[in-house]
C-alpha cells in the first residue's frame, strides 16, 4: 500500500509532460525553466529532468546542466537518457574546459554513455556518441579509432541505418568527406531516413554542391518523424534558397514554417531565418514584406558580421527612393 501512495504522488500525468516537451521542442528554454521550477517536486520526475537539462544544454549553461544532471543520475540510476545527457555534458565541458580536468572529465563521460548502453544497447544515441568520441579523441585523452571500428562493425549487424551513420561520421571525422558522401549515396536505404538524409545534405552543402543539397535537405524534411529534425532541414531549405539561388517559392515556405514554429523561442537560428526570408521576399518582388521582416530585426543585438552587414545592406535595398525633382524653366517662351 505504501509502494503505491509513492508511485501516485509521484507520478506525472502524461499531458502535463507533453506541454514541457512541446516548449522544449519549440526551443521556448527559459520559459520551461521558469515553469518548471516552479513545480515543489519535479526533482521527483526523471522525465522532468531530462527535458530540464536538455534546455540547459541548448541555453549553453553546461556547467548548470552538469551539476542538474549529476544530482539527476544518482538519483535514478536505471534512467537511459540521463546517463546519456550526464556522458554527453561531461565530454562537452571537457572538450572546452581545463586541460588538465579534461582527461578525467571525458573518462567519465565516457563511462555514463557506456552506462547507457548496459541499459539499453537500442539506445543508438549513446552508441553514435561513443563511436564519435573514439574515433575524433587523441589517444591520450582516451581515444581508440580500432575501437570506434569494431563498434561500428557490431553495430552494421544489428542496424545497419545506424552504421551507416557511425561510418560517415568516423569518415567526416577523418577529413574525409567525398568518401563520406561516396558511401551514403552507394549505402542510401531505401526508404531512406531523415537523419542519413540530413548528414548527406551536410556533407553537399560544404562540398558545394548546393543543388544536390537542396533535394536532400527537401527529403529530409519530408521523412523526418522528429520536429527539430524537421525544422532543421527546412531551415536549410530556406537558406540554399538564398545562398545557392535555389528554388525561392520552395525556400520562402520552408522558411515560413519554420518561423511558425519557433515563434517568440530562443532558437538561435530564428534571426538569420528572418532574414533569410526577408532576402527572398525581396529576390520575388515581394518588397512590402520584406520590409515588414527587415523591421523586426532593426533593435535585435546580433554579433555576427554577416548577418549586419547583409541587414544594413537590405534595409537600403528597401528604403524608399527620393523622387527626383523636375526643374521648373524660368526661360520665357512667350513671344
Do not use: C
Not at 530540464?52 to 549529476?70: G, H, V
Not at 534512467?79 to 581545463?98: M, P, T
Not at 536549410?236 to 535555389?246: C, E, M, S, T, Y
Not at 520575388?284 to 549586419?308: I, K, R, Y
Amino acid at each position: 500500500m505504501k509502494a503505491l501512495l509513492l508511485l501516485v504522488a509521484f507520478s506525472l500525468p502524461s499531458a502535463d509532460f507533453s506541454h514541457y516537451e512541446q516548449l522544449l521542442a519549440k526551443s521556448q528554454f527559459s520559459e520551461l525553466e521558469h515553469q518548471l521550477v516552479k513545480l515543489p517536486d519535479y526533482k521527483q520526475h526523471d522525465n522532468l529532468l531530462v527535458v530540464y537539462a536538455k534546455a540547459l544544454i541548448s541555453l549553453q549553461r553546461m556547467e548548470d546542466a552538469n551539476d542538474l544532471l549529476n544530482f539527476a543520475v544518482e538519483q535514478f540510476p536505471q534512467n537511459v537518457e540521463l546517463n546519456y545527457l550526464a556522458g554527453l555534458s561531461k565530454i562537452r565541458l571537457a572538450s572546452n574546459g581545463n586541460v588538465f580536468a579534461a582527461k578525467d572529465r571525458a573518462l567519465r563521460g565516457v563511462a555514463l554513455l557506456q552506462n547507457a548502453v548496459n541499459l539499453n544497447p537500442q539506445y543508438f544515441a549513446a552508441r553514435q556518441a561513443l563511436i564519435d568520441f573514439y574515433s575524433i579523441a587523441p589517444a591520450a585523452a582516451g581515444g581508440d579509432k580500432a575501437l570506434a571500428e569494431a563498434m561500428t562493425e557490431q553495430l552494421a549487424k544489428e542496424n545497419p541505418a545506424q552504421a551507416l551513420l557511425a561510418r560517415s561520421r568516423i569518415l567526416l571525422n577523418d577529413k574525409k568527406p567525398t568518401e563520406a558522401l561516396e558511401l551514403l549515396n552507394s549505402m542510401m536505404p531505401n526508404p531512406p531516413t531523415a537523419r542519413l538524409l540530413a548528414r548527406k545534405a551536410q556533407i553537399e552543402n560544404e562540398l558545394g554542391v548546393h543543388a544536390q543539397a537542396f533535394k536532400s535537405y527537401t527529403l529530409a524534411a519530408q521523412y523526418a518523424t522528429d520536429a527539430t529534425d524537421k525544422y532543421n532541414a527546412l531551415y536549410h531549405i530556406g537558406r540554399l534558397a538564398v545562398i545557392a539561388d535555389q528554388d525561392a517559392d520552395e525556400g520562402i515556405k520552408a522558411l515560413q514554417q519554420y518561423l511558425a514554429f519557433y515563434k517568440d523561442s530562443e532558437n538561435r537560428s530564428l534571426y538569420w531565418a528572418t532574414l533569410r526570408l526577408a532576402q527572398l521576399m525581396y529576390r520575388t518582388g515581394d518588397t512590402f514584406e520584406a520590409t515588414l521582416l527587415v523591421s523586426q530585426l532593426t533593435n535585435v543585438q546580433v554579433e555576427d558580421e554577416e548577418f549586419n552587414l547583409i541587414l544594413v545592406s537590405l534595409l537600403s535595398a528597401l528604403k524608399p527612393k527620393e523622387p527626383v525633382p523636375i526643374p521648373i524653366s524660368t526661360t520665357n517662351n512667350s513671344n
